[in-house]
């Protein structure tokens, strides 16, 4: 069995505890930028997103960033109280990812226009991004984790 919500009993009930083995992978890690300044897991989570919605699912950011509170209010009821029952956590965050994703999502989040909602946080995110340099796709393995936000990775169907 497979899937975040696997982590949750209640779904799995039928399912002996004695053959489970839950793993739970996410992304961890914090960035500091400085002192003052650090990118949090969640806006990592949030650009990998928008470049995975736009890439696989024809979504623009826009569409992303007005279904992310929803996102983030499903998570909050139907996984993190869970992910602590997980029998190992796997961080899925990459050092460079974030320079990886720029190329993206600069354009898709700079399409958000100023009478939107949501620009405010694309213009958060979009300040966010500018501490990174854009790092080509070339010098990514097609076996790495980030192919699934970008694609290209050996593991496609």
């Given at each position: ?122 213009r958060r995110l979009l300040a ?30």
């Open positions: 069995m497979e899937g975040i919500h696997c982590l949750n009993d209640k779904l799995t009930n039928l399912v002996p505890a004695e053959n489970k083995y839950k793993i739970y992978i996410s992304d961890l890690t914090v960035l500091n930028i400085d002192y003052y300044n650090r990118i949090s897991t969640t806006d990592t989570r949030l650009l990998r997103r928008i470049v995975r919605d736009n890439n696989f699912r024809n979504y623009d950011a826009l569409h992303t960033l007005n279904m992310w509170y929803s996102v983030n209010r499903g998570e909050q009821k139907n996984i993190f109280p869970y992910q602590e029952t997980a029998d190992y956590m796997f961080n899925s965050s990459i050092v460079y990812e974030i320079s990886v994703l720029k190329k993206y999502a600069v354009p898709l989040l700079n399409e958000i226009k100023p009478t939107e909602h949501e620009y405010s946080e694309a966010l991004l500018q501490y990174f340099e854009e790092m080509d796709d070339s010098m990514i393995p097609n076996n790495s984790l980030i192919r699934e936000f970008i694609g290209g990775s050996i593991f496609e169907e």
